[in-house]
């Protein structure tokens, strides 16, 4: 199937999304500079931190973001930039109530993204906490979700990616909150469990701007 000028356009919102928020993550970490940011042992919240002290009684560790600002601006950006694309690529993905759940547990996941950027987690936790929750709870459930589309739609033709990413999120949520690192430290569980989805919203945007677009129907000459 050829794609539309919108469903270009949502392509390309899900193919910078990912790079957004990477970008953002390091060059805000690397401003860091007592402690230095650890991806094993700090959390992608505390980037976004607004002030500078001991945080988290689970997990004690002092946290002073001076970039903060930026990894916020782009977190919110991500969440963004994923609703645009789910919605500007919504009919183009599929149908049937599989497709449709998916989406709809997606489009939630974003606006985690943008509920956690808005409240940092040293402003709001309670907010930030919920932001995390629709990420990595609600979003790995329809990602999972997404992978089970008919094989018949758009979505559904990319099943071993979508699959491999709802089940590697799913694990990476499960393990993060049960606070258990696996060599990787907590931190870097945390990222196994939140990068998944933009990640497969980016190889997806790709493929999807790769398709030829759809040509305008031509009313055919009349014979006189």
């Not at 390091?26 to 002290?53: F, K, M, Q």
């Not at 599989?98 to 040293?122: C, E, F, I, T």
């Not at 992978?147 to 033709?157: C, H, Q, S, V």
């Not at 469990?193 to 305008?216: D, I, K, N």
Request: aromatic share 8%; net charge positive.
């Amino acid at each position: 199937m050829n794609l539309n000028p919108t469903g270009r356009v949502g392509a390309l919102c899900w193919a910078a999304a990912a790079p957004i928020f990477l970008v953002a993550s390091l060059v805000t970490g690397l401003r860091w500079r007592e402690p230095t940011y650890s991806w094993a042992l700090h959390n992608i919240s505390d980037l976004g931190n607004a002030h500078c002290g001991v945080w988290d009684t689970t997990r004690p560790r002092y946290v002073c973001s001076p970039w903060h600002p930026l990894m916020n601006a782009a977190m919110l950006t991500t969440g963004v930039l994923l609703a645009a694309g789910l919605l500007l690529t919504w009919r183009l993905l599929g149908c049937g109530g599989v497709v449709r759940s998916a989406q709809a547990l997606l489009l939630v996941a974003a606006g985690g993204y943008a509920l956690a950027a808005l409240y940092p987690a040293d402003a709001d936790e309670n907010l930030h906490v919920l932001g995390a929750f629709l990420i990595m709870g609600l979003g790995n459930v329809g990602l999972l979700l997404a992978g089970f589309a008919p094989g018949t739609t758009t979505l559904g033709r990319w099943r071993p990616l979508t699959l491999t990413a709802g089940l590697i999120a799913l694990v990476g949520t499960v393990l993060f909150f049960a606070q258990q690192g696996v060599g990787i430290g907590v931190g870097g569980m945390e990222r196994v469990a939140v990068l998944p989805f933009p990640l497969w919203a980016c190889c997806l945007g790709v493929l999807l701007a790769e398709r030829p677009a759809s040509q305008p129907r031509s009313n055919p000459s009349k014979v006189h």
